[in-house]
């Protein structure tokens, strides 16, 4: 049995599909793990969906900050973005049953092997944060969307980027609102782990006092092997603990898949060329 961790698929199902057809992704034999940010930018948002729910037993997924978008938009609490293409979502017939789907997805995901623990999140854990401590975390926010009205209390608050530090005081909205822009918005923050949302560059880019949030010294999860999307000028990271999976896809680089077997050291990456659906800048 093959699993497979996919980067940002963004709504280029064709894309999933090419990269599930060239692996030879069997259902009763295989599974997928997607990072987060199924939809939004690409012109299949729907059948991305869809396709996740129907498998069910075969695929696993975490929400990033385009999912999240997704939930806010059809709650009513987010307008659309310039960039958004996600109508075809909001007007499907069971457009319910779609977000009560999303909603019960998780913000993380653990992958046992026999050689590690494989840890996968959108974006990026702070400094302060162990695995555990970040899938400890995780698991708070998931209760609070599986729960549709404190969802919706939670979706009107969640945006915003203060408190832009981690403190184990925090409560309430900005606990959820620190732990949320973490895991699906970091990039860059400070060696004390204060996070900066400016900044979309790539790693040797950082601005003026910040860095990589897996290159800051110390930070706890730095023997923790972790999976993770989000950065598409990053582009694929291939280290003992670390592996960055969004290739650009929508934009028109790759969709690029992390395939292991039973260990982290029998790590392959396959990858397939998409169409770009978007242009940047």
């Not at 259902?27 to 997928?32: C, G, M, N, T, Y």
């Not at 549709?148 to 184990?168: I, T």
């Not at 169409?275 to 940047?280: L, R």
């Amino acid at each position: 049995m093959a699993k497979y961790v996919v980067g940002d698929v963004q709504g280029c199902d064709s894309a999933l599909h090419n990269l599930l057809e060239q692996v030879g992704f069997s259902a009763s034999r295989d599974h997928l793990y997607l990072v987060g940010d199924l939809v939004n930018r690409g012109p299949d948002s729907l059948a991305v969906l869809r396709r996740c729910m129907a498998g069910q037993g075969s695929i696993s997924v975490i929400l990033g900050n385009h999912d999240l978008h997704l939930l806010a938009r059809y709650y009513g609490f987010r307008k659309a973005g310039k960039r958004d293409t996600l109508e075809q979502v909001l007007h499907a017939p069971d457009v319910a049953d779609v977000m009560r789907w999303v909603r019960h997805q998780p913000l993380t995901l653990q992958i046992a092997l026999t050689d590690a623990s494989l840890l996968l999140v959108h974006a990026g854990l702070l400094p302060q944060w162990s695995a555990a401590k970040a899938c400890e975390l995780a698991a708070e926010v998931h209760q609070v969307l599986a729960d549709e009205e404190r969802c919706k209390v939670f979706l009107q608050h969640m945006y915003g980027n203060q408190p832009d530090v981690w403190r184990d005081d925090l409560g309430g909205m900005e606990r959820l609102r620190v732990i949320v822009n973490a895991l699906t918005r970091l990039r860059f923050c400070s060696a004390q782990g204060r996070m900066d949302f400016d900044s979309n560059e790539g790693a040797e880019q950082a601005p003026a006092g910040l860095m990589p949030w897996f290159e800051v010294p110390g930070r706890q999860s730095a023997q923790e092997a972790i999976a993770f999307g989000h950065w598409s000028t990053l582009g694929l990271q291939n280290r003992p603990h670390l592996i960055a999976l969004d290739t650009g896809c929508v934009w028109g680089g790759c969709l690029t898949a992390l395939r292991l077997e039973a260990s982290l050291a029998s790590r392959e990456f396959i990858q397939t060329h998409c169409e770009a659906a978007q242009t940047p800048g």
